[in-house]
Structure formats: C-alpha cells, structure tokens
C-alpha cells in the first residue's frame, strides 16, 4: 500500500523551521513562525496562565470527558468575551475545538453539509492554511484582492472583487492583523462589508487568531461585532494561541450565529456530529485554563495587562524596524510597515531576495516576504534592518546559490554571514 504513495507535498513553514534549526550561524534569526517572543528570544507562559494551571492543580478535578462540545463554561466564557457582554441572548452557538485550524475545519464541513454548492471566498494573499482546510473539507475556493500598491488594505479592489460573491456564498475574513500582510480594514470598510454582505447574501465567516495583538482587545474585536450586529448569520473561529500563549494546548472555539433557536439547534449538533469523527473530543486543559482566568476578575486583568504589554512590545518593533529602514533610505518599505498591525509584517521583497536575505545574513522569512515582528529581539531591528537594506541596494545581483545540503537535509557547515555595511 505504502509504496503506491506518491510523494506528498510538504509544509512550506515547517520546511523552514526545519532548515533554520540545521543553520549554524549564531547571527540567524528565526521570523518565520508566528510565535510571541519577548527580549530573549523566549516565548513565555503568561503568569495569568501560570497562576490558573496552579489553580487547577490544586483543585485536582477530574479528567472525565466534557462531552461532544468541550468545556461548556469555557464556550461561554469566549463566546462572551468575543460578542461582548450585550449581545442578544440566544444568537449564537458555541463549540470547544482543537485550537484555531479544528475550529476552521469544523465549520468547514458544516458549510459543506448546509451548503454544498457554496463558494469560500479567501483573500489573497492569505493565511497559508486556509485553502487546504477548507479544500479538505470539500468546499470551492476562490480568491479577492486584499492589498493595494502600497501594500497596504484596499477597500475598493476588496469591494469591487467580492461583487462576484453570490447569495449563499461564504467570504472569509481575518478579525483583526491580517496574516500574512498586516494590512487590516479600517472601520468604515468594515461597516461597508458588513453592508455588502447584507445586500449580496453572502456569510461571512471571520477567523479571530490575534484579537488583543493590534489596536488593543476591544479595538480589535469591534469589527466582528460590527458584522455580529448586522448580519442573519455568521461563523467565527476563535484561537486562544496567541493572545493566551497556549499554542500547544491547541485550545479555541467555533461560534455559529443565526436567526432562530432552531436552526442555531441544528448547527450545533452538525458541529458536534463533525467533531466526533475528526477527534471525538478537544482537550480539556487550555480551556479550563481560559476559563479560569476569564471567571476571575483578578486574574481577568492579569492576563489584559500581560497581553497589553505583548501588544506594546510588538508595536515597538515595528516602529523600531520602520525607523532604521527609513534612515536607510528604503522609505517605501518603511511606509509600507508603519500602516501594519499585530504579529506579522510583510516586506515588499520577492521570492529571490527573501532566499538571499536567508543565505547570506541568515534572516529566516517567508518566501512570500512575510517576517513574524514579534519574534525579533528588540537589540537586532539594526542588523536586521541593514540586512534587509542590503537586499534591496543589490535588488540585480543573483542570489546566492542554494548550498547542495540545504536540498538534501545533510548535515552541512552553514555559510558564513555576510558582512553588512
């Protein structure tokens, strides 16, 4: 059976992360995953989370299974936090998943099951693993415009492009700071999406992965509660892995919202019906976690403090980052990052230069120009800004061949970084 297997693509991310752990250059800098790191390169447990798994662990309580819907305080609770304390009683549905992507997934195969000749709309460019979720789960998938020239968000193309979105469609949007680009919708344009989708009949089916990492957490969730307040139905998926720090506690959520308790009834049990065979149960310890620190007022404004403190440093870089770009006189590139928001920024280089920054200077980014923001140790935004310089100013040169073991994945003797002006 095996031998009848035909080589299978590979993650393009963890191939990355593969490459950059064999480098043996002390100067190479890790911005491909997307992962909080404060000043030492450390990507830490909050205390807020420390403080309630210390909680829970005194309490000792049992590990039976939650059932089908996961921890239903923990649904609450999120559902709470992203709708906002009024939103109407009865409008929604909420389900414990396996962080971020099982929430994807999940309502996935329920547009599959409820609208099988639907289309899902993503933006382009987009979360590198929104196509092959819901390709997966069977769905049509077309792509809108997100940027303008200047890279930065284009309500207009966005506008012009989703006219094409029929009556039942689905359009997928991120909540807030956009991955991979940065480049988010101001609030009129969320209020003109929110109208469109209205007048078209469209779903709109809005991603939440950094709500608290861009404008602040109420700022960041307004526009998801501006398309809550206005459409008949609507689907969220939730992560708590950036803004909790529980990336491998694979905890978030799945929130259906729709116009009758019946059909919110239906949904809910096509959800769970999905979740039994993809993985019977979520598990139990990143939801009692959140749920714990959300109960609490305490430990509630621990954890906003924290997460404040992780939005300002992300911010810094940033600006740091725009500043000595600036000075370098690569005032395009720097425009182009002080109009981005949350963990991600995307830098206006090619494929080409993205190979040669990694190469020769060792900074690891996504081919697409995509460099985590929050992964950079503040004392390296010069290095890594002259780096980048550096690139552009030989924008005609060839890049630097690939070394022969960088192909292979045999042990090799990195390169040797090369010296920056």
Not at 129 to 141: C, D, F, Q, S, T
Not at 374 to 382: D, F, L, M, T, Y
Not at 413 to 421: D, K
Request: glycine residues 8%.
């Amino acid at each position: 059976m095996l031998e009848l297997l035909p080589p299978p693509p590979t993650d393009p991310l963890w191939d990355l992360t593969a490459e950059f752990a064999a480098d043996e250059r002390p100067e190479r800098l890790d911005l491909v995953l997307g992962v909080y790191r404060d000043h030492t390169g450390r990507t830490p447990v909050m205390t807020a989370v420390r403080e309630a798994e210390i909680r829970l662990a005194e309490r000792a309580e049992s590990k039976e299974y939650r059932g089908l819907s996961g921890n239903t305080a923990f649904n609450r609770a999120m559902q709470t936090m992203v709708l906002g304390p009024e939103a109407p009683a009865g409008r929604a549905v909420t389900v414990q998943t396996v962080a971020g992507s099982g929430a994807l997934r999940l309502l996935a195969d329920l547009i599959r099951r409820t609208r099988p000749g639907a289309t899902v709309w993503i933006s382009d460019p987009a979360y590198v693993n929104h196509r092959p979720i819901l390709e997966a789960a069977g769905l049509e998938v077309r792509t809108y415009g997100w940027r303008d020239a200047e890279g930065g968000f284009d309500a207009e193309g966005v506008l012009r492009e989703l006219s094409a979105a029929r009556r039942d469609d689905v359009v997928l949007l991120q909540g807030c700071c956009h991955n991979p680009t940065g480049a988010d919708p101001t609030l009129d344009a969320w209020e003109a999406l929110a109208e469109r989708a209205v007048r078209d009949g469209w779903v709109p089916f809005v991603d939440l992965a950094y709500h608290g990492l861009g404008d602040g957490l109420e700022a960041d969730l307004l526009p998801t509660r501006i398309l809550a307040a206005r459409v008949p139905e609507m689907l969220i998926a939730v992560s708590c892995s950036k803004n909790f720090g529980l990336y491998s506690d694979r905890t978030g959520c799945a929130m259906v919202l729709g116009a009758s308790a019946r059909a919110l009834g239906h949904a809910e049990t096509a959800l769970q019906n999905a979740a039994r065979t993809l993985y019977s149960m979520p598990p139990e310890h990143g939801a009692a976690v959140v749920t714990t620190i959300l109960e609490d007022d305490v430990l509630r404004a621990a954890w906003r403090a924290e997460l404040e403190v992780m939005r300002g440093r992300i911010t810094a870089n940033r600006t740091d980052l725009t500043t000595h770009l600036g000075a370098l006189g690569h005032e395009a590139q720097a425009r182009t990052l002080a109009q981005q928001k949350g963990m991600f920024s995307m830098l206006r280089l090619t494929a080409d230069q993205m190979l040669e920054l990694r190469l020769r200077y060792a900074v690891y980014g996504t081919t697409s120009g995509r460099i985590n923001i929050a992964g950079i140790p503040g004392h390296r935004i010069p290095r890594l800004a002259q780096a980048v310089a550096a690139v552009l100013d030989t924008a005609h040169a060839p890049a630097p061949r690939r070394p022969r073991a960088l192909d292979t994945g045999r042990t090799r003797q990195s390169p040797a970084v090369s010296p920056l002006p």
